[in-house]
């Protein structure tokens, strides 16, 4: 199976995007097809081996559209996109001055033909004789049809869209707007050259529903189209990260920035873009990384740090060796995710998808049978000619069919605003009905890098024991010996002498000779075969052991200094963040291997609802299963390889940013900040979106509920008004923008 992108050109609502999904569903070997509307990509998933992107391609032009692949590499499409915004923009600005030309001519339109017509008995406005509708009929007639022909002029393209898509057998939303505006056109010049026959054909004129509805749907369309570009906002900006060129340190050349290979080191000066991911080999500076991880703080780098492509180098040089390049680079994957949640529908979308699908046919049979049915009432044909129009006018399927990518696009894009990255609009839909979240510890509810918590003297020596600690530690290679010499380090004690001998004793600790004397460093075994008692510390030994700590002992030539505990500290912000995901009624869990004490420890300082301890790395993914078949919706949120399978089990996988490249893989969520208050923030958005998405839906099928059937003329048997197609046209525009502007809405949203 092959997954492909690929951009559609002339769709305008929710029926073309639906006439495409059709037509491909049909090929052979497509096991699946979804048109975002409003991004105007089509993702398919389809068998090689029986279908090409030539045949792809010809079956979405045979239905009336356009088809380009899009370009696999995003570096490629990053570099088409300043290209293609900026048609887009050159294409809105045209818009933007046929709009005004339609709107001056329509308001000239609408003063000569009901001018001398006002309601409520109010006077005519003032009208030359020679174009007047009582002494000129033919001049008043004529008039008309030059102020309305131009505005038909720039709104062409609903006819040869409309009517094109009509004759593929694909009507759209432009083919009911071009029947219904061509009807009122057409009957209107041909009363014209009756009217020096009969001057009563004079009042039969509708010249003005012609123009006005069309520059009306423009004026909709202009403004959706305005709006939609802000929804596409968190790809743009992402994009334009990437600075297109990066000095070389070696050579102090500008190369451009796709050229970069691993292992090459680059210079960074103060204020410029890091062209790509890599390590800190020389310099010291802040980096500024919020457009990428939401992380408001510039962060320090220095020798060793990881850096960003596209994070912000702020005050000094910095050296950086390339690690990650093109499609694996931070970015590009950033990218990935947000352009993939975009892509990929929700399943809530579908409802108004089925519904879009026969929209189109459903409304020209209701405008057909309304205007049938009054017409054998009795009506004269311009009242059935008005009943036609405002049915095919009012119902657009543009709001059904924006409803729910518009809200998709601006919840992925404010994640990925705040650092949280969702695999698709699907995750996005189903992770708010997530009511348990399971966490892994090491890395995800804690640090995961050992640390040290407390420093235990023996008659107050500190000095000493940190100076003996330092100097012995700082040859082993163990992880427990690099917290102790960085916390040395950190309280100024840097090794003066060094061991003369060292021994590693696995399982027990290390032996060493400094100055002469024997030292000792490891467990209460090691000390108690080297003659060292012990026993002043064991109280406090035992009480760290049992919170899941470290206690390393130290002595010098049989004497005890002290003890230093070495433990993987819970994350500032852990606390804070389960107590929240409790305010949103979710039950958390940890899950951890560590034994059952330890566990209990740090569950209890966080606040966990209930720990699951000394459970296997290949038995994660079991306790997922087990609790969703107690019928509870997992989350699950860690940051290792062996979370993976658990990532991968759960009904909604998260990964901690920080974390192994298996583990975001696996994941559907993605937390570039490491940070676990994400996780709350993460169920928010869901639960914001989906409600975003829901009231889209209520007001786009409410307004086609009721708008059709008063067009229609429901209410004129009951001494109701009949809808003019202007204020049908009018109402329609209203109905799209709405949707658009309350999905916009969720953008300005506090997570």
Request: hydrophobic share 45%.
């Amino acid at each position: 199976m092959r997954e492909e992108r690929y951009d559609i050109s002339g769709m305008h609502c929710a029926a073309c995007s639906a006439s495409v999904e059709r037509v491909t569903r049909k090929l052979p070997g497509v096991e699946r097809s979804d048109v975002n509307l409003t991004t105007g990509v089509m993702t398919i998933c389809y068998d090689e081996t029986q279908v090409t992107p030539e045949q792809i391609v010809a079956k979405v032009e045979k239905a009336g559209f356009g088809a380009a692949l899009k370009p696999e590499r995003r570096a490629e499409a990053a570099a088409a996109a300043p290209a293609k915004e900026s048609s887009e923009e050159a294409e809105l600005k045209r818009r933007k001055t046929e709009l005004i030309v339609s709107a001056v001519l329509s308001a000239a339109l609408l003063y000569v033909s009901m001018g001398q017509m006002l309601p409520f008995g109010l006077p005519a406005l003032p009208l030359p004789d020679i174009v007047s509708m009582h002494t000129h009929g033919v001049n008043f007639a004529l008039v008309q049809l030059l102020l309305a022909v131009p505005v038909l002029y720039c709104g062409r393209r609903f006819f040869t869209g409309g009517f094109k898509a009509l004759f593929h057998g694909n009507p759209n939303m432009d083919s009911l707007v071009a029947i219904g505006s061509a009807c009122s056109f057409v009957y209107s010049v041909v009363m014209t050259f009756l009217i020096s026959d009969n001057p009563g054909q004079v009042h039969n004129l509708y010249y003005e529903s012609a123009a006005v509805v069309l520059t009306l749907v423009s004026l909709g369309k202009f403004l959706e189209s305005r709006n939609m570009q802000k929804t596409k906002g968190a790809i743009t900006a992402l994009m334009r990260l990437a600075p297109d060129t990066a000095i070389l340190a070696d050579t102090g050349r500008e190369v451009p920035t796709s050229s970069l290979q691993v292992g090459d080191v680059v210079l960074v000066k103060p204020g410029a873009r890091i062209p790509a991911d890599g390590a800190v080999i020389g310099g010291e500076s802040s980096v500024n990384e919020a457009m990428l991880t939401g992380e408001s703080l510039p962060v320090e780098k220095g020798t060793g740090s990881e850096v960003i492509g596209g994070s912000v180098n702020l005050n000094g040089a910095l050296y950086v060796k390339v690690t990650r390049t093109g499609e694996d680079s931070t970015l590009a994957r950033i990218i990935r995710f947000v352009e993939d949640a975009q892509g990929r529908k929700a399943p809530i979308s579908k409802v108004a998808d089925r519904v879009a699908g026969v929209f189109v046919p459903v409304v020209m049979s209701i405008a057909l049978i309304a205007a049938v049915v009054w017409a054998i009432a009795g009506q004269e044909l311009p009242f059935v000619l008005r009943v036609f129009t405002s049915v095919l006018v009012i119902a657009c399927p543009c709001a059904l069919g924006l409803a729910t990518p518009t809200a998709i696009m601006v919840g992925t894009g404010l994640g990925a605003k705040h650092g949280i990255l969702i695999r698709s609009g699907e995750i996005l839909e189903i992770t708010h009905s997530v009511d348990t979240v399971v966490l892994d510890k090491t890395g995800t509810v804690t640090e995961g890098t050992p640390a040290v918590t407390e420093v235990v003297p023996l008659g107050g020596a500190e000095a000493e024991l940190l100076e003996v600690a330092a100097a012995v530690e700082a040859v082993s290679a163990h992880p427990l010996a690099a917290a102790i010499t960085a916390y040395a380090r950190e309280n100024g004690f840097v090794p003066s002498v060094h061991p003369e001998d060292f021994e590693n004793l696995s399982g027990r600790g290390l032996r060493a000779r400094l100055d002469g004397a024997e030292v000792l460093a490891g467990n209460r075994r090691l000390l108690e075969e080297g003659g060292v008692d012990v026993s002043a510390l064991a109280e406090q030994a035992d009480r760290l052991a049992a919170q899941g700590q470290t206690p390393m002992y130290f002595a010098r030539d049989g004497r005890l200094l002290g003890l230093i505990s070495v433990a993987d500290p819970v994350k500032d912000t852990s606390a804070a963040a389960i107590a929240k995901m409790k305010e949103l009624g979710i039950r958390t869990v940890l899950l951890t291997g560590d034994n059952r004490a330890a566990a209990d420890h740090i569950g209890a300082l966080v606040g966990v609802d209930e720990v699951i301890a000394e459970v296997l790395p290949e038995e994660k993914a079991g306790v997922v299963e087990r609790l969703q078949a107690q019928g509870r919706t997992v989350m699950m949120v860690g940051d290792g390889i062996n979370d993976a399978p658990a990532l991968t089990a759960a009904t909604v996988g998260c990964a901690i940013g920080s974390g192994s490249d298996i583990a975001i893989e696996s994941a559907d969520i993605v937390l570039m900040r490491s940070d676990l208050q994400d996780v709350p923030r993460a169920l928010r958005l869901s639960r914001l979106t989906l409600r975003d998405i829901k009231e889209n839906l209520f007001w786009a099928f409410c307004y086609n509920t009721v708008g059709i059937p008063i067009a229609a003329g429901l209410l004129v048997p009951f001494g109701g008004p009949l809808l003019s197609p202007m204020f049908a046209g009018a109402a329609m525009s209203l109905s799209s923008v709405c949707v658009v502007g309350n999905a916009l809405r969720l953008g300005r949203a506090k997570l």
